[in-house]
């Protein structure tokens, strides 16, 4: 077994063998996947994830896969325990011993909600997705991700080497919430990112002994589905401050929560 590791050329995107980045079909994680392929040293391997790979969402997607072989789609459901473990079984059958460099967990979703309106299964559903997801992806890739950093165990840590990245949100920060709540409520949101940020600490705790830089990513207010269309970044801007971000990801930045831009955000 080997990890094919490259050496880092900080232009365009971090050089990668691999990376997987959840709910891809549209938005933020379907801008990654394009910013990936068009790299002049693309992955060898781009890992494709949504919830229905054969629905009309997922169309775009299903293109990019048929022209590009690098891309490789993957049904997953980020709370269905049993989705994610089939998308990491296929995955490590198709890296054919090598591991899994970068794990992208960007798939989310944000109903409004305020702190009257708020109901039980609002709150529990966007925890669900939101926390109980990236807990879950992160898990089952993790022995992939283990392997990558074996392979590269003389680097330090990097995307190039084996990194985990939670895509979260200015939203989830305490100490920001008084800039933005009144205009901006989203409380089960605000509530399930505040707990992906804890989730990002831990796991960047423990998984810094296995070689896995660990870092949650607010990727700015974005013209997404999600984000709404009077949202201050294009996907286009929003994803190349990301890629130069990925490129750039040390250790300092293991176990904090960047901005776009790289600049920190307090939690
Ligand atoms: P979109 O709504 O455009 O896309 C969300 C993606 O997540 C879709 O692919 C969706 O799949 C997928 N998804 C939702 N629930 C699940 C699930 N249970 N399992 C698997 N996939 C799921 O959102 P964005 O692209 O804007 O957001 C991406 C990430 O960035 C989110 O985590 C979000 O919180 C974060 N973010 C976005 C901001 C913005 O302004 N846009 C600002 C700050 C953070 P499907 O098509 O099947 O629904």
New binding site residues.
Partial sequence: MQTRGRKEVNMAGPNVYSVLV??????????LVKHFVRKPNPPDVIFA????PA?A??EELKKMASKHSKVIMLQ?????PA?VEAAAKKAEAHLKGSGLNLLI??????PQSTLASATPDDMMSVY???VV?PLLVTQAFLPLLKKAAQGSSHKPLSCSKAALIN?????GSMEKTPETYSWFPVVS?RCS?AA?NMLTKCQSLEYKQDGILCTAI???????????SE???T?DE?VNGIMKVLCNLSEKHHGILLNWEGKTVPW
């Fill in positions: 959840t709910g891809s079909n549209r938005g933020i994680g379907l801008e994830t949504c919830r229905d629905g969402q997922a997953l459901e980020a709370t269905d989705s967990n960007n798939a989310g979703v944000m669900n997705t939101n997801g895509m979260s949100t200015i939203l949101y990112k992906l607010h990727p700015g207010w974005v013209k997404t589905d999600l984000g709404g949202a201050d970044l996907v929003s």
